[in-house]
């Protein structure tokens, strides 16, 4: 789609500025830096204009906008980081399921003990997790996006999204399940 | 097929189908499908809560902030100075 000059800053201003809080948060817990997150905003958004014959008016400003801050955010910050490009999930979930790491984990973690668990509990486990682990549960459980608007963000297959999310998960369980039992939870049913 | 293959491949339908409707993302006959389960199924019912107030509390607890001042009049007057040099 080709837009005319004055066409593109009203598009960009009715379609894309009203997601400026959902990108900020996005970028936020993607960096977990303020000013970070910031510039990865400002640089999503710029991109978003300088791309923006390719966004097609009425279609899904959110998730196109989600999109290319995920690929700056790769681009950018993935360089600097020492962590692998990829993490191995499949060597991640042999290591969670082994019973070596299961056998120190004396306390299921229950439904009475998440609710118990505060706003902080519940963020620092989700901040601990892997940053591909971490968008997936960010995309589905924060912003509500569905599994197939998932995929276009990420470039995965659906199917992807789907074992990634189960994993990411699990991976949630045991943080909150050592969380609990740090905290001196203990299952009182016994 | 052995027992033992069934009973995970069993496993692995109902986490599928519990993720399924956890996320909101079921049909109406999977919804149904899960609701008879978990009347039989006690591990399931248990998994079932477990992963529901799981994300429920990340719903509740992890609040969106607002953008910082100033950051969206910056984008702005940015786009302007672009779409001018144009």
């Known amino acids: 789609m080709s837009y005319e000059s004055k066409d593109k800053q009203r598009v960009f201003n009715q379609e894309f500025m009203p997601h400026i809080d959902a990108m900020y948060n996005f970028a936020y817990r993607l960096t977990l830096d303020e000013d970070d997150a910031k510039d990865l905003v400002q640089e999503t958004f710029m991109k978003a204009f300088r791309f923006i014959n390719s966004f097609e008016t009425g279609t899904n400003a959110k998730a196109w906008l989600f999109r290319i801050l995920k690929n700056s955010f790769i681009n950018n910050y993935r360089k600097k980081s020492k962590q692998p490009n990829k993490v191995d999930y499949q060597e991640v979930e042999s290591f969670y399921n082994s019973d070596s790491v299961n056998e120190n984990i004396t306390t299921d973690l229950r439904v009475e003990t998440v609710q118990h668990l505060i706003g902080d509990e519940i963020t620092n486990a989700l901040n601990a997790l892997d940053v591909d682990f971490r968008t997936v549960i960010i995309l589905c459980d924060l912003e509500g996006f569905t599994y197939e608007e998932m995929a276009k963000i990420l470039d995965i297959p659906i199917g992807t999204v789907r074992s990634r999310l189960h994993r990411a998960r699990n991976l949630l369980k045991e943080k909150l399940k050592l969380y609990a039992n740090s905290l001196g939870y203990k299952d009182k049913r016994k | 097929m ?85």
């Open chain 2, 2 to 86: 052995n027992d033992q293959t069934m009973e995970v491949e069993q496993n692995q339908a109902c986490t599928e189908l519990l993720q399924l409707v956890i996320d909101g993302q079921a049909t109406q006959k999977q919804q149904q499908e899960l609701k008879q389960h978990l009347e039989e199924c006690e591990n399931c019912r248990e998994e079932y809560l477990l992963s529901k107030s799981i994300t429920e509390s990340i719903k509740n607890h992890i609040k969106p902030n607002q953008s910082p001042n100033g950051l969206a009049n910056t984008i702005q007057s940015k786009i302007l100075e672009t779409a001018s040099l144009k």
